[in-house]
């Protein structure tokens, strides 16, 4: 039983995976990356299950990290930081080798983590209202964990355009970043998803799964030594003069000290 994702399943084995925080825009803490991961490890494996949506209720696809899971590992040991920056990475990569084909289905704004959840989707549509942002720096924090797969979605030279200002984009830019394939009206939302889910039907399930397999070792965006690295940077972050202000001042509804 899970509290902050619920599924949905079809009788073609299509499973709609629903993020399901709206009152907190979806944003990631400790349960829901560990429900997250739990639940797509085992759709994995699920034979029946032949395409996995990643959706979202409520207004936001994915604020990023919950604030408060923030704070708290600010304040944590440091093995429970280095833990807690590993479960984030492990949500990642987890979603990022699910066997099945991954199509986000992106309703509403997706923040920090958020823009990591759509990079790891194999393709992803959205709405024209849908913004979206690396905010992380302004909080005095970095896109640690989720860089392997932004950089990856993206390319560098995209990339650099966005990752370290935290600017808010539309969702035409994110089109042209690479970050969704497809940007539709929203009452066509859910036809345009259905549009990427079809193909599959008609494709050998385990060929499926050996083609995304070769993507990953072809493009090697999980290779353990850039995800080691980036739960070292996340750690690093959390304990740094810069976070604590940031978050200090988000909490304290004002401008952190660097903000001129």
Not at 92 to 110: E, F, S
Not at 212 to 233: C, N, V
Request: charged share 20%; glycine share 8%.
């Amino acid at each position: 039983m899970t509290e902050t994702i619920r599924l949905e399943r079809d009788g073609r084995g299509v499973v709609t995976l629903w993020l399901a925080r709206a009152h907190k825009h979806n944003a990631l803490d400790a349960q829901m990356i560990s429900e997250i991961t739990q639940v797509i490890r085992h759709l994995g494996h699920d034979e029946t299950v032949r395409v996995v949506v990643l959706a979202a209720e409520g207004k936001s696809f994915c604020a990023g990290g919950d604030l408060r899971w923030m704070l708290a590992n600010m304040t944590a040991s440091a093995a429970e930081r280095a833990a807690s920056a590993r479960a984030l990475a492990d949500m990642l990569a987890a979603l990022d080798t699910c066997p099945k084909p991954v199509i986000g289905r992106v309703q509403g704004n997706a923040f920090g983590g958020g823009v990591g959840m759509i990079s790891v989707c194999d393709v992803a549509v959205g709405v024209p209202a849908a913004r979206f942002g690396l905010t992380e720096t302004k909080l005095g924090l970095t896109p640690a964990t989720i860089s392997p797969y932004v950089v990856a979605r993206m390319g560098a030279a995209k990339a650099r355009r966005v990752f370290m200002s935290s600017r808010l984009f539309d969702a035409q830019e994110a089109q042209a970043l690479d970050l969704l394939a497809n940007v539709v009206p929203e009452p066509d939302l859910d036809a345009a998803v259905e549009a990427e889910v079809a193909p599959y039907l008609a494709c050998a399930p385990g060929a499926v799964a050996e083609a995304k397999a070769l993507i990953q070792m072809l493009a090697k965006a999980g290779d353990s030594a850039p995800q080691e690295a980036t739960i070292a940077a996340l750690v690093k972050r959390w304990e740094s003069d810069e976070a604590r202000e940031g978050i200090a001042a988000f909490f304290e509804k004002r401008a952190p000290l660097w903000t001129i």
